[in-house]
């Protein structure tokens, strides 16, 4: 499990052809207590993957740092599980050679990546695909399957780039609910990125709120709503009350966004 | 009035990217070769060619016939697949490593690069009087051919490949804990080695270029010293026959290319 500290992080890309630079994200700090579930919502091109890429270590801040249990993150590592927007399974592996990659690179022996993968094929439900390459999946099985690839490590923390944003609603729904579950069972650390006002509240405990270009840390909303979470809390008037407040907050950011960009 | 409404449209045969059975598709190959062989005939026996020039196919596969059992050209034919063979693999097994260090790793890249995109421009053949000089007519020397014409080409192909490597790729490779070997090995090799193939299989395809220059030029064995020798009779069926012969074995090495590739990727089988 893991705690993370996000010290001052800031992030601002050289400019195109000796134009000026671009500030992605505003030196920000964070703390995200173990096993917390945090959304982090935002209009698109706020500095949301950007921060999130940075926690991964795909990504070098300007400034700042980030802690992940007291030790700075200095690259990508095992311990911090990432599913990614776009398609990123081996297309030259199957589902189960899929999941299994990342305790290959550990050097876990066969037998045991396959008992690994199998247990993870039954809790995101893709028993019986074990043997079919990602391009036979649909899109919300080749999430499942990034999904079960990023667990297969038993990563202290995920980090989720809009998981399910390119789902259609009904697949991403029951997306949200099996992240969810996984959750509920494993308790690791989530950060997850996502624009989806609804996904951010069924899902997290804590909602943050950032702002338009550059990125910083407008509000946090909490979500007291109980665990195991049901679909049919999204019904609730508590529920409906969160949502309202963060529509409020984040409309304003679109808002200035879309006159930013204007 | 009715089935005006709702009427399915057939897919033309001829609207961009409409698949054809594969039953169609041997069928069209082979109308063009009985076309060919047709255009010839009447070019030949229709009397609008003079023999001299161009003898007309029964000649042709007799002449073909007459090497294979009279001068014992099968001995030819297996010494040039030995030489192609030959100097194709020893390029490929050095170029290839080098090839997927330099996409792999800028540093080599910056290297390498602009000497390799230098050399790539040599011509292979220019290098024949050079090379029989420095080596004499022996197998060495057409092998050397072969390299030079193949090696360049090859490295910087393989390059580009594997540098094309897509980057989500990698970097979800490198949050599920890979490190460098790992990302080369497991990820890069992997992802461009379908196109790697195809690589091999159209340099390869050059490399037989490259030998029959080089036996034109100076040998005493092999295909292309065979049409040389031809050229001295002005024996127009046996230099058809030899360039045909070597048509021939490049369109079998290319199935059988295909064949393994289809066999050693199956995970882009319908792409
Ligand atoms: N590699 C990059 N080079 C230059 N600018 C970038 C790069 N990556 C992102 N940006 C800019 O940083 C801002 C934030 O991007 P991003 O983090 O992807 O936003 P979000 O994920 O919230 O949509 C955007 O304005 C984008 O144009
Ligand atoms: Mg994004």
Request: one cysteine or more; a neutral charge.
């Amino acid at each position: 499990m893991a705690a993370v500290s996000i010290e001052g992080v800031g992030r601002e890309f050289p400019g195109v052809r000796g134009g000026p630079p671009t500030r992605a994200v505003e030196p920000l700090d964070l703390t995200i207590a173990d096993t917390d579930f945090v959304a982090l919502l935002g209009p698109s091109g706020c500095g949301k993957s950007t921060l999130l890429r940075i926690v991964a270590g795909l990504d070098q801040a300007t400034e700042g740092r980030v802690l992940v249990d007291g030790r700075e993150v200095e690259g990508p590592g095992a311990d911090r599980g990432m599913v990614f927007q776009s398609y990123t399974l081996f297309p030259w592996l199957t589902v189960c050679e899929n999941i299994g990659f990342g305790p290959r690179e550990r050097g876990v022996p066969p037998a045991e990546r396959r008992t690994i993968a199998d247990r993870l094929m039954a809790q995101v439900g893709l028993t019986g695909f074990a043997d079919h390459y990602p391009r036979m999946l649909s899109g919300g099985m080749q999430q499942r399957t990034a999904l079960a690839r990023a667990l297969a490590n038993d990563p202290a923390m995920l980090l989720l780039d809009e998981p399910f944003g390119a789902l259609d609603h009904q697949t991403r729904s029951l997306m949200q609910e099996l992240l969810l579950q996984v959750w509920e069972a494993d308790r690791k650390t989530v950060l997850f990125v996502t624009h989806d006002i609804q996904e951010a509240v069924f899902m997290a405990n804590r909602v943050l709120v950032m702002t338009a270009r550059p990125g910083r840390i407008k509000t946090e909303v909490r979500v007291p709503l109980p665990h195991p979470r049901h679909w049919r809390m999204k019904t609730t008037p508590e529920f409906a009350r969160i949502e309202e407040e963060l529509t409020e907050s984040i409309r304003e950011e679109a808002l200035r966004a879309a006159a930013m960009n204007a | 009035m009715t089935g005006t409404v709702g009427r399915r449209r057939r897919p033309s045969t001829f609207a961009p990217l409409t698949p054809i059975s594969p039953r169609a598709r041997v069928t069209f190959g082979i109308a063009f070769f009985v076309l060919f062989f047709a255009a010839w005939s009447v070019a030949t026996w229709g009397g609008f060619v003079k023999p001299l020039f161009l003898a007309d196919p029964l000649k042709t596969f007799a002449a073909g016939w007459r090497l294979f059992v009279e001068f014992g050209f099968a001995g030819d034919v297996a010494v040039t697949i030995s030489r192609v063979v030959g100097g194709f693999v020893i390029a490929a097994l050095l170029a290839v490593p080098l090839g997927i260090a330099m996409g792999a790793f800028k540093p080599i890249e910056a290297f390498f690069e602009p000497f390799v995109s230098f050399a790539r421009y040599l011509p292979a053949s220019a290098f024949i009087p050079l090379l029989i000089l420095w080596l004499g007519v022996d197998e060495a020397q057409k092998l050397a051919v072969i390299f030079i014409g193949a090696f360049f080409q090859i490295v910087l192909m393989i390059a580009v490949l594997i540098g094309e490597t897509r980057r989500d790729l990698v970097e979800a490779a490198y949050t599920l804990g890979a490190g460098s070997r790992g990302i080369v090995l497991r990820v890069m090799l992997p992802y461009a080695a379908p196109q790697i193939a195809e690589t091999l299989r159209l340099v390869l395809g050059w490399a037989w270029t490259y030998v029959i220059v080089a036996e034109l030029i100076g040998a005493d064995s092999g295909i292309g010293h065979m049409i040389m020798d031809s050229q001295r009779f002005l024996d127009t069926g046996q230099m058809i026959f030899g360039i045909f012969l070597i048509g021939a074995i490049g369109l079998v090495t290319d199935l059988g290319f295909r064949a393994v590739n289809r066999l050693l990727f199956p995970w882009q089988l319908g792409r």
